[in-house]
């Protein structure tokens, strides 16, 4: 609002707007409301589903929306400036935001998170459980920044950007294997409900991982490809 | 007859063998690196080894899970390993042949419905049944697994196309897979009337079955969307360092 204020509404379009809205509400959407009491007592599909919106959708449609000079004025100029001059948070966030620590981080939040006892005991633990909840808000924001950079910082190539984007596909491939193979329920927590079993409950939740990233990752690899989608013929006689 | 025996299909020797001489006769002509000729040779021995050893014979009477992987093996791996065993030179006489017409748009879904047809229950029943219907499955799969890899072998498909085409596959494949191991009955009523074996009850032998072949299906073509994606690493390479010499 501010941007479009000083007469540059160019670079906030209402699309920006609409998408940081529908950004936040997807998130607001998995935390408050009927799915956020779904996942936390009766089915691991839903609580799945709440993880892969406040931790990739969400940001990704964020981060989205905050490309360009826009991203300046995101925070107030009162706290951004302080904290653009400090710094250790400079280096904080360039060490964040190199892509080997971002997948790594993004990686190790996935793998510790879906370890049985501490998913149950973030169940039973609601401080642990929000702080679960900001983990994955946290390294969805760092890896799709990376994905999409906002500011233009070129930290990845396209080509980058899109091997970024299959091996976080890679990554999460592994669980959702691990959660619809398994021939037993691997968190005690859930009992399964509305007719739904224990297991086939676990089996949906990794679908409901892997259609996730298909559609989100899918739909990233494609707008960054979409310049070169011509066939290698029409290039050369572009 | 003890399940560990060997079972045959021996029109699938023949075919291989033929396919060794024709490739040994091209071979004269523009002679292959050796890993090519490594990857020919594996391709087809994977292709009749599958269909005449004890796999056959656990496949065609035992197990769904040993025949669901004797379909990827001669469907995905094979087919691939052939396919990388061609010359520059063997590729361009195919394309002559008529193989420059095929077109990615319409491999894949000609691959999807073989796909699928093939593993529908009435088919799959009666190819089981019969015995020589098996030869027309394995057929068909072999001769569209060869279609399919057709387009990445020959790198017409720049990398964003070669990337799209293996994303539609896997999405598109990936569901009979899921199907075998989210259900709680047997799809196929042959099975289900076999000596069991191992202790798998029909249903667990088919959700394995779809274990297998969705992690054979993963691993595949995660590999070959990473080659994609290392080509569009080197292209971009390439054009940075043009860009250098001619800054």
Redesign the interface.
Known sequence: MRLRRRGRADRAGWDRIALFALGLGVTLFAIVGPLDNLADSKLLFAHMGQHVLIGDLGPALMVLAMRGPLLVFFLPAPVLAPLARTGWVRRAFGTLLRPRVAFGLWAANLAIWHVPYLYDLALEHQNLHDFEHLCWTFCGLLVWTLLIDPGSHKRLTVGARVALAAALFAAGQILTDVLVFTFTPLYPYYHGAYGISALTDQKLSGIVMMAEQLLTLGVCVALLLRPRWLPRSRVATA | MSPYAFGFEPLFIALAVAAALLYWRAARRDPPSRWRLVSFAAGLFLIAASLNSPLENLAAHYLLLMHLLQNALIADVAPLLVMLGLTAGMRDALRRRGAGRLRSRWILPVWLLAWYLTHLAPFYNWALRTGWGLNIEHGILIAVGLLFWWPIVTG?L????G??YL?AAF?GSVFLG?AY??SSHPYYTFYEHVPRLWGLSAT?DQ?LGG?LM??EQ?IVF?LA??YF?LR??D??HESELTVGRQG
């Open positions: 017409r720049t990398p964003p196309a990337l799209a994303a999405v899921l191991v989210f667990r959700s274990i969705n992690g993963t995660l969307i990473g994606v569009l690493l292209e971009e």
